[in-house]
């Protein structure tokens, strides 16, 4: 069964207008999507990244180039992932289309990953 990974774009300030017990809500949401998924036999794993920019590296002339980013001004960041695993990609949009962060004007991008070995 091929694996699939669900990358979560969203725009920097999404949750910004959200309460503490609104945002304990949403991330219960998250985790009961999840339990679906793992109750399936199809959660491979998934990880929320941290809000912070990270760096972007990219090679020119003059050698390895780091910089900062992306920063709050940014139209979108990916702000974490899922892997699963789907008998197909009509299979992946199914379960992708039950996660709750379409729901909250998010947009996933979905991409089977190549097998290795």
């Given at each position: 069964m091929p694996n699939y990974m669900l990358l979560l774009h969203e725009q920097p300030s999404d949750f910004s207008q959200y309460s503490a017990e609104d945002m304990q809500a949403v991330i219960a949401e998250y985790v009961a999507w999840r339990h679906s998924i793992e109750s399936q036999g199809k959660f491979v794993h998934a990880e929320k990244l941290?809000?912070?920019?990270?760096?972007?590296?990219?090679?020119?002339?003059?050698?390895l180039r780091v910089t900062d980013g992306p920063y709050a001004e940014a139209a979108e960041v990916i702000g974490g992932y899922f892997a699963?695993?789907?008998?197909?990609?009509?299979?992946?949009?199914?379960?992708?289309?039950?996660?709750p962060h379409l729901k909250y004007?998010?947009?996933?991008e979905?991409?089977?990953?190549?097998p290795t070995g």
């Amino acid at each position: 069964m091929p694996n699939y990974m669900l990358l979560l774009h969203e725009q920097p300030s999404d949750f910004s207008q959200y309460s503490a017990e609104d945002m304990q809500a949403v991330i219960a949401e998250y985790v009961a999507w999840r339990h679906s998924i793992e109750s399936q036999g199809k959660f491979v794993h998934a990880e929320k990244l941290k809000d912070e920019g990270g760096k972007h590296l990219s090679m020119t002339d003059a050698g390895l180039r780091v910089t900062d980013g992306p920063y709050a001004e940014a139209a979108e960041v990916i702000g974490g992932y899922f892997a699963i695993s789907a008998d197909s990609y009509d299979d992946a949009v199914k379960l992708a289309a039950e996660c709750p962060h379409l729901k909250y004007g998010g947009r996933i991008e979905l991409r089977e990953i190549e097998p290795t070995g």
